[in-house]
């Protein structure tokens, strides 16, 4: 059966918007109209002839409309291919009459859990016959059509005009939306029960649900197909939600870096005004300051090489100075909360400049899980939401206030910084960064090298590792990595401890007069 006509619909849905108007159209082009409950009161309302489920079924809704369309009078008009003869002789022998378009959508599960609602009301908004007759009617496409979105009635209408009824492709396409939503509503039913009701970290089965996908012209590499897929339910805003205001679409690599670029600004967000310049999903330079102007040269004076082409995030909204600054090299991504008018009006001179603008920062100590696909499986852990609490002093010497400020501001970086991970700050802002080594002393040495590299396009008569704090995101396992600090001037230490030879690493922090601390915490990041 290529062409359907419509000649019996069933509406059911529990949000209206639209419904009225729809309804109106069918009955104008001569479609029976069936409801149930609030449904076909709103039609009669509106003055439609519209017929109760309950006369297709012989009984009436009972259990305050938990029992309604569970019936073979609903499914088997539903379900029955139409050009079977058993199935025709079924029908006519137990006065089934057919539906041919199913109009429906779900009890509001997800608002209601949104919402805060009681356990009680929960479990209540748990639609059984909703989902019921909407598998019936999208396994049974080649003869009914389901609508299960308001933005699809006019397609509907339009093939009604056109065509006389609607095409095979046509009922496919919202078959599979149906089944789509159905796969949707139960799987946040189950994540409900299984992570909030019964409060397991890893429930036996854990659905994801991902929707909305945007297509990216291609992954990390032109080789590689991309999509982005936005996370569906609560959580906390971010990339996937800013608003970009100008610019080429994103790709998947400036989506991937803009994250790592807004994260580290969120961690700053109650802080002073606060710049992060991100490559390659690595930090290459942060720094605070009491303007983001202020900010934004010592983030970009830690690693001006690397800052070309970056990826640029914001604590604050953006004033027309900071967007000059920011503007006066090539720049892939600004995100920010906002800009003033001054600053549109800058960025609006650089056409491909993309830029975001997010509202409220992500909280940096909220809860969630991360995934990460292997071959054979898939990888979940928790945020890595670990704040810093008491730090524990190692050494002889205690740090002094300026010294703990930078370890803090140090180990905040770290935190963002692929393993291994060595960063020095002094007075607010990166002096050099050591990302993604093998081993610790490598990147120590990197890090050392860059901030000396800084320190001689910028002109300046010693690096910033002078006097410097360096945070380390693990142990260090050995004191060579520290040594390698010291030499290049750091007087303060932040790292984890926790290893077998902590004594010798503290014993050498002493004989070199640094302060050293503990923070009994760990920041890996892979």
Same mark, same amino acid.
């Given at each position: ?410 180990? *905040?970086?770290?935190?963002? +910084?692929? !393993?291994? =991970?060595?960063?020095?700050?002094? /007075? $607010?802002?990166? &002096?050099?960064?050591? %990302? ?28 910033? *590792?002078?006097?410097?704090? +360096?945070? !380390?995101? =693990?142990?260090?396992?050995?004191? /060579? $990595?520290?040594? &390698?600090?010291?030499? %290049? ?38």
């Amino acid at each position: 059966m290529t062409t359907l006509a419509i000649k019996r619909a069933l509406l059911s849905v529990s949000d209206k918007a639209g419904i009225v108007d729809f309804a109106q159209a069918l009955h104008v082009r001569g479609v029976e109209l069936v409801s149930t409950g609030g449904t076909a009161g709103a039609l009669r309302d509106a003055g439609l002839p519209v017929r109760d489920v309950a006369d297709l079924t012989g009984f009436p809704e009972m259990m305050d409309g938990r029992v309604k369309t569970l019936h073979p009078a609903v499914h088997g008009g539903l379900l029955a291919v139409r050009d079977d003869p058993a199935h025709a002789a079924a029908m006519a022998a137990h006065g089934i009459g057919a539906v041919d378009l199913l109009v429906i959508n779900l009890y509001p599960f997800e608002a209601k859990v949104a919402a805060g609602a009681e356990r009680d009301e929960v479990i209540e908004n748990i639609d059984i016959g909703g989902p019921a007759m909407v598998r019936s009617a999208a396994k049974n496409h080649a003869h009914v059509v389901v609508l299960t979105d308001p933005l699809d009635y006019e397609a509907v209408l339009s093939a009604l005009d056109v065509d006389g009824g609607t095409g095979r492709e046509l009922r496919m396409r919202l078959a599979a939306k149906a089944f789509a939503l159905t796969a949707t509503y139960d799987a946040m039913i189950a994540r409900w029960f299984g992570t909030v009701d019964q409060g397991e970290r890893f429930p036996a089965t854990l659905p994801l649900i991902l929707e909305a996908p945007q297509l990216l012209r291609y992954g990390e590499n032109p080789h590689q197909r991309a999509a982005f897929y936005a996370h569906r339910g609560p959580g906390a805003r971010g990339i996937g939600q800013a608003r970009q205001v100008q610019g080429k679409a994103l790709s998947y690599n400036n989506l991937n870096d803009a994250d790592a670029a807004l994260e580290l600004a969120a961690e700053f967000r109650d802080a002073a005004p606060t710049v992060v310049i991100v490559k390659h999903a690595n930090p290459c330079g942060v720094a605070s300051a009491t303007t983001l102007a202020a900010a934004y040269e010592g983030a970009f004076a830690c690693d001006s090489v690397s800052a070309f082409g970056g990826i640029i995030a914001l604590n604050r909204p953006i004033d027309e100075a900071t967007a000059r600054a920011i503007t006066a090299i090539f720049t892939e991504v600004v995100i920010a909360p906002d800009a003033d008018e001054g600053a549109l009006a800058v960025f609006a001179a650089k056409k491909n400049l993309r830029l975001l603008l997010t509202g409220d920062l992500p909280d940096p100590a909220r809860d969630g899980l991360m995934v990460k696909s292997i071959a054979g499986g898939w990888l979940v852990q928790g945020r890595d939401n670990g704040a810093l609490g008491v730090l524990n002093v190692v050494t002889q010497r205690q740090p002094t206030a300026q010294e703990l400020a930078d370890c803090r501001f140090a180990w *905040t970086v770290a935190k963002h +910084v692929k !393993s291994n =991970a060595i960063v020095y700050a002094r /007075d $607010g802002a990166t &002096a050099g960064i050591g %990302a993604g080594q093998m081993n610790r002393l490598e990147s120590a040495r990197i890090a050392a090298w860059k901030a000396r590299d800084a320190a001689g396009k910028a002109g300046w008569t010693e690096p910033r *590792t002078a006097g410097s704090a +360096v945070a !380390s995101d =693990a142990f260090f396992p050995f004191a /060579d $990595g520290l040594l &390698a600090a010291v030499e %290049a001037g750091a007087t303060a230490v932040i790292q984890p401890g926790g290893s077998i030879r902590d004594d010798e690493v503290i014993a050498a922090a002493d004989r070199a007069g640094l302060a050293m601390v503990f923070t009994g915490i760990r920041h890996f990041r892979h």
